[in-house]
């Protein structure tokens, strides 16, 4: 009897070795990162402030304020598609536009950290055919001081594949020596980066967001514009020319254009919902995706405009703001990514106004 227990002892003791094993290398493939919750702590004052902020402007969208990782203040409202009247909700998906060029910075210092390109690396080395590329760093590029500058949106205006997308701007795409050095936002530095990634990964931009960002970040309302999932709801765009939302009407559908949907490759192609974008942009800056040594490194201040890796910085957070076919969305988020307030809209106005409303909705967090 003693042999026998000592016999189903060491076969416990061996099976629960090999499933230790199993679920150490089962979760070393999927690359899973651990994150704190989001689940909401919610307060009658502060969803008050929030409506009071948000109901009086009819903001079209979903609005989350983050403390702590959890969620402690969060409105939606309007319609995610005014012909169907299906309304706006807190995990619906809307396009984030340039908020998206902390992620290719991101990628971009991810292939830093590995060894791959390093900073100080010209343009030259991966596309010498653009104007002035011997003199253009990868940092000045980030930091959108390369004195290149392109009339009208990025890419050609018909479906082209990412190697053609970037060819078009290799052509279009202009040297100032003037402005070297010199900030001016130009989304092109940003697309030349998604091409670069592609060439010294081997990997396609949206394999890469995929591979480093959505799977392992375990993110449920994400997707490229051009593969949003029917069994999530994405918002539609609409357009005005007010200054304020006109919930009425959402008479200005922006439509969807297969062609530019392509053509922000690293600039603007991604949809998510405010919860997603809140577990991307704390991960980065809690150093899940790169070491925190590299992310000091990376959201630094590289002109008088304080913008860096996709980022406005200042020592109280980090703002990021996003426009264009029909929506507008901005996120302010603290340096160690624990606060935030992020809006998300799909009615895009005029002179950017979301951008005020967070203003007012600031001083819960910050």
Not at 17 to 22: N, Q, R
Not at 106 to 129: A, C, G, N, R, W
Request: hydrophobic share 35%; aromatic share 8%.
């Amino acid at each position: 009897m003693k042999v026998n227990l000592i016999k189903w002892s060491l076969l416990a003791l061996t099976v629960a070795v090999c499933l230790t094993g199993f679920m150490a290398e089962t979760n070393h493939e999927n690359k899973s990162i651990s994150f704190a919750s989001s689940k909401p702590h919610l307060s009658k004052k502060r969803q008050k402030l929030m409506r009071s902020v948000l109901v009086p402007n009819n903001f079209s969208g979903t609005a989350t304020v983050f403390r702590n990782g959890k969620v402690i203040a969060s409105y939606a409202g309007g319609y995610a598609n005014n012909s169907k009247k299906t309304s706006n909700r807190a995990s619906t998906m809307y396009e984030i536009d340039s908020i998206q060029k902390m992620v290719t910075a991101t990628l971009i210092m991810k292939e830093v950290q590995d060894h791959k390109i390093k900073l100080t690396d010209h343009l030259s080395k991966f596309y010498p055919d653009v104007q002035g590329s011997n003199s253009i760093t990868i940092r000045q590029m980030l930091d959108m001081t390369s004195g290149l500058s392109m009339n009208g949106p990025v890419g050609p205006t018909t479906l082209k594949t990412d190697a053609q997308i970037i060819k078009s701007d290799i052509y279009r795409a202009k040297f100032t020596s003037s402005m070297h050095g010199k900030w001016n936002y130009q989304p092109v530095n940003y697309n030349l980066m998604a091409g670069i990634l592609e060439k010294v990964s081997g990997h396609s931009y949206r394999k890469l967001v995929n591979n480093e960002i959505i799977k392992p970040l375990r993110l449920k309302h994400t997707a490229f514009a051009y593969q949003l999932p029917k069994n999530k709801q994405s918002a539609a765009g609409y357009n005005t020319q007010k200054e304020h939302t006109s919930m009425n009407t959402y008479n200005s559908p922006a439509g969807n254009n297969l062609a530019f949907e392509h053509d922000e490759l690293g600039t603007g192609q991604l949809f998510m919902s405010t919860r997603d974008l809140y577990t991307v942009a704390s991960s980065i800056l809690q150093g899940k995706i790169i070491s925190k040594e590299n992310v000091n490194r990376l959201f630094q201040p590289g002109s008088t405009s304080t913008y860096g890796g996709g980022y406005y910085i200042s020592k109280a957070m980090n703002a990021s703001n996003g426009a264009g076919y029909g929506f507008e969305s901005t996120l302010r988020i603290s340096p160690d990514g624990q606060r935030a307030v992020i809006l998300l809209s799909n009615y895009q106005i005029k002179n950017m106004q979301i951008k005020n409303l967070a203003n007012q909705i600031n001083p819960m967090v910050f």
